[in-house]
């Protein structure tokens, strides 16, 4: 199993060998912001080697949006969530302080008029 990065994605070659042929299947893992997802073809190598290039070529294709009917648009997804989670932290920090300057404010207004 080799690794490649690629956009942002890290691509995992997982060739298995097919006992009877000696043959390499050209399977893929394609992950990004921990999550990941699997990818297989029908289609044999006649060597490992074979395998991890033909692999890093399809999975380069998946994450370019080149091959009909498979994504990473989960993987994808997941940062803008993550972006969107972030900025909503960030705007309820603000309105925490917010809320206790003016907290503070009315305390020091009342000590001010006993």
């Known amino acids: 199993m080799h690794t490649h990065r ?3 994605f890290t691509i995992q ?8 042929s000696g043959r390499w299947t050209v ?3 394609i992950s990004r912001r921990g999550r990941e ?3 297989g ?3 044999h190598c006649r060597s490992e080697r074979e395998s991890d290039a033909r692999s ?3 999975g380069r294709r998946i994450i370019d949006g080149a091959i009909p009917g498979w994504s990473v648009d989960g993987l994808r ?3 803008r969530v993550d972006q969107v989670e972030t900025a909503f932290d960030q705007l309820r920090r603000h309105a925490i302080v917010g809320f206790m300057v003016l907290a503070a404010t009315a305390v020091a207004a009342l ?3 006993a």
């Open 6 to 8: 690629y956009k942002g």
């Open 13 to 20: 070659s997982r060739p298995y060998q097919i006992r009877p």
């Open 27 to 29: 399977d893929l893992e």
């Open 37 to 39: 997802r699997a990818f």
């Open 41 to 43: 073809l029908l289609e």
């Open 56 to 58: 890093f070529e399809v």
């Open 77 to 79: 997804r997941a940062q």
């Open 111 to 113: 000590l001010t008029q």
